[in-house]
């Protein structure tokens, strides 16, 4: 079992970055793939990415595709979304997931999930 915790949102203008941050403690992270997820307000949740486990090979769905990657770094236990060209309809909490058995985009596979850290962009 794993707890996660995201930091690093808060209100950024548009063109402007965010990286956000998955500490996850109670279990080897490396082990384990780790899903992005936002939800905007008054709209369903939504997949942003994905990392597998150990050597931490990263997928982002096209719609933020070349503005979204993700990393890991295992030693601090830690998975990294970094946004760049941020957009007023990136606006959202953003969950960070792990426990899938594949690096999937279905948000039910995951069984922990941290508390989610809100992101807004706005001029």
């Known amino acids: 079992q794993v707890q996660l915790v995201e930091s690093g949102g808060g209100m950024v203008q548009p063109g402007g970055s965010l990286r956000l941050s998955c500490a996850a403690s109670?279990?080897?992270?490396?082990?384990?793939?780790v899903g992005w997820f936002r939800q905007p307000p008054g709209k369903e949740r939504e997949f942003v990415g994905t990392?597998?486990?150990?050597?931490?090979?990263?997928y982002i769905p096209p719609f933020v595709e070349g503005r979204f990657t993700s990393s890991r770094d295992n030693a601090r236990n830690t998975v990294y979304l970094e946004m760049n060209g941020l957009k007023p309809e990136d606006t959202a909490i953003y969950y960070c997931?792990?426990?899938?058995?594949?690096?999937?985009?279905?948000?039910?596979?995951?069984?922990?999930w941290g508390q989610g850290t809100q992101v807004t962009v706005s001029s």
């Open positions: 109670g279990d080897t992270f490396a082990k384990y793939h």
């Open positions: 997931a792990a426990g899938s058995p594949t690096t999937s985009d279905q948000a039910g596979l995951y069984p922990y």
């Open positions: 990392i597998s486990s150990n050597i931490g090979i990263a």
